[in-house]
């Protein structure tokens, strides 16, 4: 996924190599020339680890960007969290030690840029999501659309209402007219889909990277109305961060080529 530089040499016929020494010295221009010519220079010098606290449907990307981060700076470690994004807010508002935020919906990064919390300049969005419905691969209660899941004999999980998921289930009920009677609430995405892998549940609603991460394990059930709840995912450094420098290469590289590939291939739509 990487792109490395391709460096050009040019040869440059023996009478002219031969002026050029003459009139700047040898080891002195070689020595320059290789300076300037070090595109990674700087990127190499990067040192130090960061805490990235980022939500929990972004677990499977972030891990692979992580390590992709890693191997371009090998003086980095990149430590990943993943939760709900309102319970990282909370974690951070409390003074946990996260370097970068990266959220499921704009809400919950404006509760810490008005804060203060984040870095000054504006957060990045950098992917969108939309939800559809888990099933269980034999799909036991029949579920074809979102009118199913307010059905009594269909067992549904969805997010919190506090959630980015359960914001969104919120808004694609209303847009529907259906009202679902869950049989839980989870504080993340991944417990909702947790839930629907073990059968404890005969449908969830997740967003559409979580059945594609999940494999084989559950199968998507897409709505019309899931239009109606596009979530944009913002990241940007924490005010705090004790490695600033390290924490802005990272922002960079989720929202720069390596990212963008990486956020496309798992389901996410661009912002």
């Known amino acids: 996924m990487r792109r490395t530089p391709k460096t050009l040499a040019v040869l440059a016929g023996a009478t002219t190599i031969a002026a050029a020494l003459a009139l700047t010295g040898c080891s ?22 960061i805490t990235v606290y980022a939500a929990a449907s972004l677990t499977t990307t972030f891990t692979e960007l992580a390590h992709e981060f ?14 709900g994004s309102s319970d990282l807010v909370t974690q951070i508002t409390e003074g946990a030690p996260a370097d ?34 888990a099933v269980p691969p034999s799909n036991p209660a029949g579920v074809a659309d979102l009118a199913d899941l307010a059905r009594s004999d269909v ?19 209303q847009a529907a007219g259906v009202t679902i009677s869950p049989v839980s609430e989870e504080s993340s995405v991944t417990d909702v ?23 084989d394990s559950v199968v998507g059930v897409d709505f019309a109305e899931s239009d109606q709840a596009v979530n ?6 924490v005010a705090d961060t004790s490695n600033p420098e390290v924490a802005r290469a ?9 990212g963008r590939g990486v ?9």
């Open 263 to 271: 956020l496309q291939d798992a389901g996410f739509g661009t912002p």
């Open 155 to 173: 067992k549904t999980v969805v997010c919190a209402p506090q959630v980015p998921c359960g914001a969104a289930t919120v808004t694609v009920e």
């Open 193 to 215: 889909l947790g839930k629907v892998t073990s059968g404890e549940a005969d449908a969830g609603l997740v967003y559409v990277t979580d059945v594609e991460a999940a494999g």
């Open 28 to 49: 002195g221009s070689v020595g320059d020339s290789t300076t300037r010519a070090s595109p990674s220079a700087s990127a190499d010098a990067l040192e130090g680890s």
């Open 232 to 237: 944009t995912y913002p990241i940007a450094p």
């Open 100 to 133: 970068v935020f990266a959220s499921a919906d704009e809400k919950n990064m404006a509760k810490l840029t008005e804060a203060g919390l984040v870095e000054s300049s504006a957060p990045e969005d950098f992917a969108t999501n939309v939800l559809t419905i």
């Open 250 to 258: 990272f922002v960079a590289f989720v929202t720069g080529e390596v």
């Open 70 to 83: 890693d191997e371009a700076h090998p003086g980095t470690t990149v430590e990943l969290t993943f939760a």
